[in-house]
């Protein structure tokens, strides 16, 4: 096999097994001009509106899966160690003091990638498998 074709095959292989490797799995994504690097525990601290930054003193602008959303309930157990009725009681608690409001929220993977594409300071959540170019994902969580 000639050199070219085994580059061609080794990209292809990596492709397959990297889609095997990704698929169903949780991806936080920012812009791609975001150079920060996040714990999970940064991340829970930005979701919770404990901080309002990231790492490097840029504004953080967190960006939910709608409420009803499979992946948010994963993302809330998950990366926040919170349940559902956690998370509202959390979010209510907070309202009511004028201390903060809970995160947008977008209907789909999607909306959330064109949202996060077109603000540098947004932060975000989607299914793996509709990761593209327009993002960067920065940790993935295993649902």
Known sequence: MNLRYSKI???VLW???SQEVWAGQLAVIVHPDNTNQLSKAEISRIYLGKTKFF???SKAEPINQSVKS????IFDKSVLEKSA???NAYWARLLFTG???PPR???SDQAIINYVANNENAIGYINSDSVDLKVKVITMFNR
């Not at 499979?70 to 309930?73: G, T, V």
């Open 85 to 87: 009725s956690q998370i």
């Open 55 to 57: 790492p490097n003193g």
């Open 15 to 17: 492709l397959f097994f």
């Open 70 to 73: 499979e992946l948010k309930m």
């Open 9 to 11: 095959y080794s990209i």
């Open 99 to 101: 201390k903060g409001k």
């Open 105 to 107: 929220t977008f209907n």
